[in-house]
């Protein structure tokens, strides 16, 4: 299995052959090189799926439809999706081929974090952005600047390479253990105990603003997307930034934080599934077109419609993609 987490630590002990206990503690059971093998073989078979599914996405959103301001969102994050899963095969592959690749390991999991640092991040834009389109959608229409997705993605790939170099440079090239652990854990704390409940609680606004309203409203496919999204990165992904905060903070479980490598695995996977089936469901049938399935799917001109007259209610006005 790919190293744990506290691998880009500066070493303190030699390096452990696979199978023995990596945990370092005594008293837990070593972990079985046969479960990590299997771990990795499931995991490269899912990446291998996974970019398949994201290189799509990338290819459809990219050249083949006309983007939205959210659709820009999605189109980074199936970059930094694929970015993830791409890293994880290459890992995947030097350790079922037994490679000795030394100092590579701390470069892997390096981008391995800022890929999904980076996902963390948009997500929880994403989140934000899409709450305030419904909570103030007047000022969402004509206040919003044009370009302001592209921006703020460009500067959430910006934030977590600056985090993760730091993190890369302070823990593996010129090693200092004491800064090099504070910063780990402040990373960690920013994904887990800032990012994550700020997606959860605008996701949770926006779900009640929309399902216990007095003003009814009629769901689109895109707030569909973005919901079972960010239900899927809170379930599989998070766990990751849970796992690595308790490995820093000396906390140490069996297969952690493989597993979370894992779940990660799974959710970026699964988000191309999520857009294709939620963009081919059409009267209980799922058409198989995938270009027509992604532009169903995030080019739906009207996410949330406001079903009130605006003759009888001034402020009947719904968000527009």
Same mark, same amino acid.
């Given at each position: 299995?790919?190293p744990s987490?506290t ?10 052959? /696979?199978?023995?206990n990596q945990s370092?503690?005594?008293? !837990?059971p ?8 299997f771990?990795? %073989?499931f ?10 599914g994201n290189?799509?996405?990338?290819w *459809? ?7 939205n ?6 189109? $980074? ?5 694929f ?6 095969a290459?890992e ?7 490679f $000795?690749v ?5 470069i892997f999991?390096f981008?391995d974090?800022?890929?999904?640092g980076t996902? !963390?991040?948009?997500?929880? #834009? ?5 709450c305030?389109?419904v909570l103030?959608?007047i &000022?969402?229409?004509?206040?919003r600047?044009k370009?302001?997705?592209a921006?703020v %993605?460009?500067?959430?790939w910006a934030l977590?390479?600056?985090? $993760?170099?730091l ?6 090239v010129r /090693? ?7 910063l ?13 409940p700020l ?6 606004t ?5 399902r216990c309203s007095?003003q009814p *409203? =009629?769901?689109?496919?895109?707030f ?5 999204t960010?239900?899927?990165f809170?379930?599989?992904a ?11 903070l000396?906390h140490k ?10 779940? %990660? ?8 599934v ?5 963009g081919?469901?059409r009267?209980?049938k799922f058409r198989l077109t995938?270009?027509? #399935?992604?532009?169903?799917?995030? =080019?739906?001109?009207?996410g ?6 605006? &003759? ?6 719904g /968000?527009?993609e």
């Open positions: 299995m790919r987490a691998a880009i630590l500066p070493p303190t002990t030699a390096t452990q052959a /696979p199978g023995t370092g503690t005594v008293g !837990l070593e972990p079985s090189y046969a479960v990590l093998k771990m990795e %073989s995991c490269l078979l899912s990446a291998a799926c996974g970019m398949v290189g799509l996405v990338l *459809f959103l990219g050249l083949r439809i006309r983007r301001h959210f659709s820009v969102y999605i189109l $980074n994050l199936a970059a930094a999706d970015g993830y899963l791409l890293c994880i290459v995947t592959v030097q350790y079922l081929m037994q $000795n030394g100092v590579q390991f701390g999991l981008l974090l800022f890929m999904y996902g !963390l991040y948009l997500l929880t #834009a994403i989140s934000i952005e899409r305030l389109s103030s959608p &000022w969402c229409r004509t206040h600047p370009h302001l997705s921006v %993605s460009g500067l959430l977590s390479l600056l985090l $993760n170099t993190g890369y440079v302070l823990c593996t /090693p200092s253990p004491r800064v090099c652990r504070r780990l854990i402040a990373i960690g704390a920013l994904d887990f105990l800032i990012c994550a997606m959860l609680l605008f996701s949770l926006l779900f009640l603003r929309v007095s *409203f =009629q769901t689109g496919r895109l569909i997307v973005i919901m079972l960010i239900l899927l809170l379930i599989f998070v766990p990751l930034s849970v796992l690595i905060l308790l490995d820093f000396g479980f069996l297969y952690s934080p493989e597993i979370g490598f894992v779940l %990660s695995c799974v959710n970026s996977t699964l988000n191309p999520i857009y294709f089936l939620v081919s469901y009267d209980r995938l270009r027509l #399935a992604f532009q169903r799917a995030f =080019q739906d001109s009207e949330i419609v406001f079903l009130c007259s605006p &003759w009888n209610d001034p402020h009947c006005l /968000p527009n």
